[in-house]
């Protein structure tokens, strides 16, 4: 049932008695943030949305079966299990709602623009999920376990129909069937330059995944190489010592004994 991962508990059997002087909001809100931003990784909602796209382009099903379907609702399953701490806090509860309502709006916004049926699907999953941790953090917690699980199902049912989707829509075109075009509501009332610059933005996921890579996977990746030369340096430099010290170690021959071998 909800609510057997009470955190108050928890602290009050494992933590020390110091950490319970404080007001129980605080407390709830520090752990829950703590657990969501977790969790959030885990669903690879906004803003840590990059790996699931890439990880579902996979050449099988069964690795987007397993993300896709799987992996993402282990983040809104840990927060059905540590429920009391969402209901302790107000803070936290709006915090899960923000960030579900803007994971949901970017997700949907960036999803249009994929044509990969696998990223597709992807940002897809990230919409639905968007939406359970609006739900959790509303404190509609049956629905967004009944969510979880009709999610889960309908996921995985078209990660494996996906393949088989791909073939009929080459058989269609090699009958000469063609596709329907479809026209949206915003196709019909905004600019066609307009148009443009919003899905070069989509496609371009709004510059966040180069802002990554810009100031934080390059820097990390700078660092991480100069602590490399350095560990290969410091390796070198005690070869070398050891070197020497096995040197001085072993006992040097005269020239008679040398003439004589």
Avoid at 191 to 210: C, D, H, K
């Amino acid at each position: 049932s909800f609510g057997e991962g009470n955190i108050v508990r928890i602290i009050q059997r494992y933590a020390q008695p110091n950490l319970l002087q404080g007001d129980p909001a605080t407390i709830a809100l520090i752990f829950g943030s703590l657990l969501f931003f977790a969790a959030a990784g885990k669903s690879s909602i906004l803003p840590f949305f990059p790996w699931l796209p890439r990880a579902m382009e996979g050449p099988t099903p069964s690795s987007a079966l397993f993300y896709g379907a799987v992996a993402t609702h282990a983040g809104p399953f840990l927060l059905l299990r540590l429920s009391p701490i969402l209901a302790g806090s107000t803070w936290l509860s709006i915090i899960l709602v923000g960030f579900g309502i803007l994971s949901a709006l970017f997700s949907t916004f960036v999803g249009r623009t994929r044509a990969d049926i696998k990223t597709s699907l992807a940002y897809a999953s990230l919409t639905q999920v968007s939406f359970i941790y609006i739900e959790i953090g509303l404190g509609l917690y049956s629905l967004a376990a009944i969510h979880i699980a009709g999610h889960m199902s309908l996921r995985t049912y078209q990660f494996m129909r996906a393949p088989s989707a791909l073939h009929d829509m080459h058989v269609r075109e090699v009958l000469g069937v063609e596709a329907r075009e479809h026209s949206s509501f915003y196709s019909r009332i905004l600019a066609p330059e307009f148009q443009t610059w919003l899905y070069r933005l989509a496609f371009e996921e709004g510059g966040i995944v180069t802002f990554y890579e810009r100031w934080i996977v390059r820097p990390f990746t700078k660092w991480a190489n100069l602590f490399s030369r350095m560990e290969q340096g410091s390796e070198r430099s005690l070869e070398k010592q050891l070197a020497r010290g096995l040197h001085r170690l072993t006992p040097k021959r005269s020239s008679q004994q040398r003439g004589a071998l």
